[in-house]
């Protein structure tokens, strides 16, 4: 990846006062994009403020829903670039609400890609699905060409996203390409739902960290710096790509039981600090394990994740213990 690619190129952002679209914001700004970012709510704890990114860019107060705004800011700012991670991102959220779900993760993102057909300018658009859009496969690692059987409210969306976007690379050849991450953790994670920040905080605060299923779960997680670059690799390399999905995860699959006791002796806290598990037993909705092959995205990008499990748990809870103050 040069660090000359992104110099005076115009960038749009959905998503980017989430956790990892400001991080790809971060890495934008740092090599000399000009980046446009799109914000639905004025969040007071959001990752594109605790980055202190917000001066540094644009931002567009909307919904990626509304494709009158969507084709006016592409136009407008003369986008290049598109990085579409706005989304209803919480499983126990959409669940709840999947209809709120289902408006923001289908309906934004074929009200997004219309307008990136329509206006002349966009060269390169890359389109966040999940791991979660697979749903459950009796073999793994995922690769590529499995089919997407995601069947709860957010995998099902997730899919949908995933199907949308590569129709229209495939019909229209809109410049678009798909990404397929694992769980991704790192700096300014500000959702304590999910289980790495949430443990974290809980164990630096010596509160026991709680467990929500039975602890048995096998998941992947991807440090937030190697997401980013995924993402840019794939918009660099767009005209190779057009299409196509690409699965990026970090090799290590890990039980969450596990994973929260690792949390805890890294923090320090070991003998001080102990789990608490929810349930019994599994829960009937949850898939008993999510993991990646990224063999395609190495083979054909040269990606690989840089930052293994432990290192990037030590680098986030580093930053935690440094911004606890600022954690809700």
């Not at 697979?134 to 590529?144: A, I, K, R, V």
């Not at 410049?175 to 164990?203: C, E, K, L, Q």
Request: proline content about 3%; overall charge negative.
């Amino acid at each position: 990846m040069s660090n000359s690619f992104w110099k005076s190129r115009n960038a749009f952002v959905t998503g980017a006062t989430g956790f990892a679209g400001a991080h790809i914001t971060r890495m934008l700004v740092e090599q000399g994009a000009r980046v446009v970012c799109l914000q639905r709510d004025a969040v007071r704890a959001n990752s594109l403020d605790l980055f202190d990114l917000r001066r540094r860019v644009t931002v567009v107060n909307g919904s990626v829903e509304d494709f009158g705004l969507m084709e006016r800011i592409i136009a407008e700012y003369e986008i290049e670039a598109v990085f579409h991670l706005a989304a209803q991102a919480i499983v126990g959220a959409a669940n709840r609400s999947p209809l709120s779900t289902f408006e923001a993760n289908i309906r934004g993102t074929y009200s997004l890609l219309e307008a990136c057909r329509r206006v002349d300018t966009i060269r390169r658009v890359v389109v966040a699905s999940s791991d979660k859009a697979y749903g459950s496969h009796d073999e793994l690692p995922y690769s590529e060409d499995y089919p997407l059987l995601g069947l709860f409210p957010y995998d099902a969306s997730k899919a949908c996203t995933d199907i949308i976007a590569r129709s229209y690379g495939h019909t229209y050849r809109t410049p678009v390409v798909v990404s397929r991450f694992a769980n991704i953790y790192g700096p300014g994670d500000m959702n304590m739902s999910r289980i790495i920040p949430g443990t974290i905080v809980s164990a630096l605060r010596d509160e026991a960290p709680i467990i929500r299923s039975d602890g048995t779960p096998i998941r992947e997680f991807i440090y937030v710096d190697d997401v980013a670059r995924g993402y840019l690799t794939l918009a660099e390399r767009i005209d190779e790509v057009i299409g196509e999905a690409f699965n990026f995860g970090a090799g290590e699959a890990v039980r969450v039981l596990d994973l929260v006791k690792r949390i805890i002796r890294l923090a320090g806290k070991e003998g001080r600090v102990e789990p608490r598990v929810m349930l019994e037993r599994k829960i009937e909705r949850e898939i008993d394990a999510q993991f990646l092959s990224a063999e395609k995205a190495e083979a054909r990008l040269g990606w690989r994740a840089e930052i293994d499990l432990d290192e990037g748990l030590r680098r986030t809870i580093d930053w935690y213990r440094a911004h606890l103050d600022q954690v809700q």
